[in-house]
């Protein structure tokens, strides 16, 4: 996808298929860096993350009149497992920037969307600090 392009995860562009930042850093980890701890998708506390941090910036979208975000329960199952692969991509790298998940269509998103990338950021690591605390 050319610079300011609006690609989504898994668009196919000629003969390759767009992956976000978040997606590609989940597909390159390795099961012996997954024996050594880190988050994976399949983590019962990364799925209760995904779902708060995903109903948050609907709630936000709302508020904002964007009435588009479906609750977590009519979520198809391909986004849901973005959502994963985003909270688990921020778990394993705190220091990935909120909206990396959207490489070069960055530029392109609104200050809403800037925003909503900003809250599920936020949301994901405020959840993980509590249960770091416990």
């Not at 983590?43 to 009435?67: F, P």
């Amino acid at each position: 996808m050319g610079h300011g392009e609006n690609a989504v995860c898994g668009d196919r562009y000629y003969s390759e298929t767009y992956q976000c930042a978040s997606c590609a850093l989940i597909d390159s980890k390795t099961a012996n860096q997954e024996a050594k701890g880190t988050n994976t998708a399949d983590d019962g506390l990364v799925k209760a993350i995904a779902r708060v941090a995903h109903e948050t910036v609907a709630a936000h979208n709302t508020a904002y009149g964007d009435y588009s975000t479906p609750p977590w329960e009519r979520l198809p199952d391909s986004e849901r497992a973005h959502v994963l692969a985003k909270v688990t991509a921020f778990l394993n790298n705190p220091d990935l920037h909120p909206t990396a998940q959207h490489g070069p269509a960055v530029a392109v998103l609104s200050a809403s969307q800037r925003a909503a990338a900003y809250v599920f950021h936020g949301v994901v690591h405020a959840i993980a600090r509590e249960q770091a605390r416990d």
